[in-house]
């Protein structure tokens, strides 16, 4: 491993590194990671186009998958811009909270696109039209993980007014692969605004391992194929809380 760039900024501990081994595949990668060892972009230096880790590629599977001729994306969370280029050719907004990350990702990894805005996901996405967007993917991380703003009840009710009808909103999210509280909270609070819910995650050796979850709303049936979704499979949830906002407690 031969370490590029590390400073700490406002929002996170920051490591940009390059190593010929991630997740057990040998090549050329260049990693982004934020505190706590915790990847947040990968790129494969030999093919620069192509999206190395999962979570992304199942997300455009199941945007293509369920609307072909999606037009309007709101992002929650820049990274390295692996998304933000994948969808330039569509009406793409990108928030993010740190500007050190944006301009790394054009430094080191060669992002070109200028639809990312600096600033609070939560507020720019609040100041969006309603029924702007076909999809809205939240993919924030903070060293203690997916911040609360975006897993409440008042958040998720802000995000389905943003969401044409049909539209679907998208979570990355952090949790044990084992029988996660949280999860189920975030599962369950989504449940509440969305006729359709589904949850997938990456198979684990250990139910403990902390791995990337993904959730999603519609209200309408929500479709994939299991060979598209880059290792990730279907997961049945338990119960859990709702999340409301720390000044509604």
Known sequence: MRVLYRNKSEQHELTIYDTSRLYGEKGKFRVLEFSNAAVQGAMDLDDPSRMVLEYPRAFVHLMERNNPDYESVFVVG???GSLSTYLSNRQVKVAELDAE????????????????MVGDGRELLEQEASGSYNYIIVDAFTAAGTPAQFTSSTFFAMLKDKLRSGGIALLNVFGRAGNDRLV???HTTLQEHFTYTRSFALPADSPDEVQNRILVG????ISYQSRHMAGFVEQQLGEGYIIVDSDEC
């Open 101 to 116: 990350v944006v301009e790394l990702s054009r430094t080191f990894f060669g992002y070109r696109g200028d639809q990312v």
């Open 184 to 186: 189920n909270a975030i």
């Open 218 to 221: 519609c209200d309408s049936p």
């Open 78 to 80: 820049h990274g390295i």
